[in-house]
């Protein structure tokens, strides 16, 4: 017998596929355990209690294998493959199998993001998100127990991240932060050295190109410690030009975040401000550019 090229549940006789009874039959029930509301695992635990043989002498299955089997279209009669089940049973377990996996992982893909991410203004403390009662009456709160009592819940404070950063995108000028500009390159003795030396090496007649090469390496080095460089204004660009290729926000990208947010802060009055990776600090009032110094209000302790 060759290996197992066959799809699960046929065979193959003069470029024709049939049902292979035995495996047909696991499919099948494969389908009505899972819309029945067994897990992946749960079906896989039972295929390997009863020895369900896979191929050849394989009879442990996980629910990669199932998983596998409920999401492949042939099984609902697709291309020349004959039925196992229905379109409507392929499609119920499917459409359970995307609501189970997809959606509540993303979810809390996004939860967890921002648990790391947001701080309480006032002492520093983490900010986390609790449901209570029942799933609409959710808050977020500072667990440090700080005078910080301020609660909010998502759409308050997921409104706010959307504001900040659909404002950022229309308007990603106002990322520049006002640094003073003070690049400066001034090498030390060692450097002016070795940059000679490596110059001379250079001149020689028989160049000998590794040491020199990594002369040059070396000596570019202890160069660049000798750089103070604005990095600031090298994010603020950076920012700039991601903000201003971004499509117009509707919703939280998590990718955005991760790639411009340094840190979310919460203030006593449950005001969200968002500081990105330039040191940027960005928050509703800032962004709809109202000239009231609220930011003086700045943490005192
Ligand atoms: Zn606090």
């Given at each position: 017998?060759?290996?197992?090229?066959?799809?699960?549940?046929?065979?193959?006789?003069?470029?024709?596929?049939?049902?292979?009874?035995?495996?047909?039959?696991?499919?099948?029930?494969?389908?009505?355990?899972?819309?029945?509301?067994?897990?992946l695992?749960?079906?896989?635990?039972?295929?390997?209690?009863?020895q369900?043989?896979?191929?050849?002498d394989?009879?442990?299955?996980?629910?990669?294998?199932?998983?596998?089997?409920?999401e492949?279209?042939?099984?609902?009669g697709?291309e020349?493959?004959p039925?196992?089940?229905?379109?409507?049973?392929?499609?119920?377990?499917?459409?359970?199998?995307?609501?189970k996996?997809?959606?509540?992982?993303?979810?809390?893909?996004?939860?967890?993001?921002?648990?790391?991410?947001?701080?309480?203004?006032?002492?520093?403390?983490?900010?986390?998100?609790?449901?209570?009662?029942?799933?609409t009456?959710?808050?977020?709160?500072?667990?440090?127990?700080?005078?910080?009592?301020?609660?909010?819940?998502?759409?308050?404070?997921?409104?706010?991240i959307?504001?900040?950063?659909?404002?950022?995108?229309?308007?990603?000028?106002?990322?520049?932060?006002?640094?003073?500009p003070?690049?400066?390159y001034?090498?030390?003795l060692?450097?002016?050295?070795?940059?000679?030396?490596?110059?001379?090496?250079?001149?020689?007649?028989?160049?000998?190109?590794?040491?020199?090469?990594?002369?040059?390496?070396?000596?570019?080095?202890?160069?660049?410690?000798?750089?103070?460089?604005?990095?600031?204004?090298?994010?603020?660009?950076?920012?700039?030009?991601?903000?201003?290729?971004?499509?117009?926000?509707?919703?939280?990208?998590?990718?955005?975040?991760?790639?411009t947010?340094?840190?979310?802060?919460?203030?006593?009055?449950?005001?969200?401000?968002?500081?990105?990776?330039?040191?940027?600090?960005?928050s509703?009032?800032?962004?709809?550019?109202?000239?009231?110094?609220?930011?003086e209000?700045k943490?005192?302790?």
């Amino acid at each position: 017998m060759e290996l197992r090229t066959l799809l699960y549940g046929y065979n193959k006789r003069q470029f024709r596929f049939y049902l292979n009874e035995t495996e047909s039959t696991v499919v099948k029930q494969i389908f009505d355990d899972y819309i029945g509301g067994l897990t992946l695992q749960k079906i896989a635990d039972r295929l390997t209690a009863e020895q369900v043989v896979y191929y050849k002498d394989k009879v442990t299955w996980n629910k990669h294998m199932v998983r596998r089997i409920l999401e492949n279209r042939h099984y609902a009669g697709d291309e020349e493959y004959p039925a196992i089940v229905t379109r409507a049973v392929y499609e119920q377990a499917n459409e359970k199998r995307l609501k189970k996996g997809g959606d509540r992982e993303t979810d809390s893909e996004q939860e967890k993001y921002f648990k790391s991410h947001t701080v309480c203004e006032q002492c520093g403390g983490r900010f986390t998100r609790r449901r209570n009662w029942s799933q609409t009456h959710e808050k977020w709160y500072c667990t440090c127990g700080c005078k910080n009592n301020i609660y909010i819940d998502d759409t308050l404070f997921y409104g706010q991240i959307i504001t900040i950063l659909s404002q950022v995108t229309e308007t990603p000028g106002i990322l520049h932060v006002s640094t003073v500009p003070n690049e400066t390159y001034s090498p030390t003795l060692d450097v002016i050295r070795a940059e000679k030396e490596t110059d001379r090496m250079a001149e020689r007649k028989n160049i000998d190109f590794l040491p020199i090469k990594k002369a040059i390496y070396l000596n570019v080095s202890d160069k660049f410690d000798c750089c103070t460089l604005d990095t600031a204004k090298a994010f603020s660009d950076l920012l700039v030009r991601y903000f201003s290729k971004n499509q117009p926000i509707e919703d939280i990208n998590l990718q955005t975040l991760r790639d411009t947010i340094d840190r979310i802060y919460i203030n006593k009055c449950g005001t969200v401000k968002i500081k990105f990776i330039n040191g940027a600090e960005i928050s509703k009032e800032d962004s709809y550019g109202s000239d009231s110094n609220s930011t003086e209000t700045k943490d005192n302790n």
